[in-house]
């Protein structure tokens, strides 16, 4: 057994949704990453990594909550989120938020150097093929925006939910097809965002699969409330809990305390 001192040690950004409405996820990925030979922290002075600010044109709270996230995550070797959208932000927009600033942009573009979403961590960095996981059930996986167009996350998920016995994955007709939340924007225009979650929950029912599933906590809530609202019997995870065997540890997403699945 490798000795404590020679594992990565790994930050884990949890994130304001996972934090506030799904604590499992967060379990879920240290699990998985203890698992993976790593020893994991979670900062208790972490926060929102600024994206609302961001996407909102509030640039200057945006840069200071940059500075709070690139603060209380130095020192460790990876920063690791169980969310694309978060691990974005911090890869692919706070160098650009201290263009001005030299040194601070440096240490941006050093935190940005060693963030990554959970999926991508486990199979990029870590090389891990499968997580000992089981799941009885067909599943349809959903690909969150900023993973997929921002950090290339595609093929991640679905490598290690192949490797769990007893799932099925069948693929939507169109997974890489936002699903209307995109942070602010089904705040700005709710009448499009509800024409796409309407959207993305039929082609969810159409593959005829139990559970729908994806590393973004935003677009889950989204899809679950639009199929519980439709009274469509179809169950929303995060991946995390699949992959890390923690599906009895809550309820789906959206569904009331003892409703299991």
Do not use: W
Not at 28 to 45: M, Y
Not at 62 to 85: K, L, Q
Not at 182 to 201: H, L, N, Q
């Amino acid at each position: 057994m490798a000795d404590a001192a020679d594992k990565p040690r790994v930050g884990l950004f949890v994130t304001c949704l996972v934090d506030l409405f799904r604590p499992t996820v967060g379990f879920a990925a240290i699990r998985l990453l203890e698992q993976a030979g790593c020893r994991v922290e979670v900062p208790r002075a972490q926060t929102c990594c600024g994206q609302p600010a961001y996407n909102s044109g509030d640039r200057g709270d945006a840069r200071e909550i940059a500075r709070r996230v690139i603060a209380a995550f130095r020192g460790f070797d990876y920063v690791v989120a169980p969310s694309g959208s978060c691990a974005a932000m911090i890869r692919e927009h706070y160098p650009a938020l201290f263009a001005d600033e030299p040194d601070a942009r440096r240490d941006a573009e050093e935190l940005a150097a060693r963030t990554y979403e959970l999926t991508q961590f486990l199979v990029r960095v870590l090389g891990v093929a499968a997580t000992g996981a089981r799941f009885a059930g067909a599943v349809a996986y959903h690909d969150g925006c900023s993973g997929l167009r921002e950090l290339g996350v595609r093929a991640e998920p679905r490598a290690l939910l192949a490797a769990v016995e007893g799932l099925e994955l069948r693929e939507l007709a169109e997974p890489e097809v936002c699903c209307g939340f995109g942070g602010t924007f089904c705040v700005k225009y709710p009448e499009i965002s509800d024409r796409m979650v309407r959207d993305k929950a039929a082609d969810v029912i159409k593959t005829g699969a139990g559970t729908v599933l994806a590393g973004e906590m935003g677009c889950l809530m989204n899809i679950a409330g639009k199929l519980h609202r439709q009274g469509a019997r179809v169950r929303a995870r995060h991946v995390a809990e699949v992959l890390a065997g923690m599906t009895d540890d809550a309820p789906p997403i959206g569904a009331a305390e003892g409703e299991g699945g």
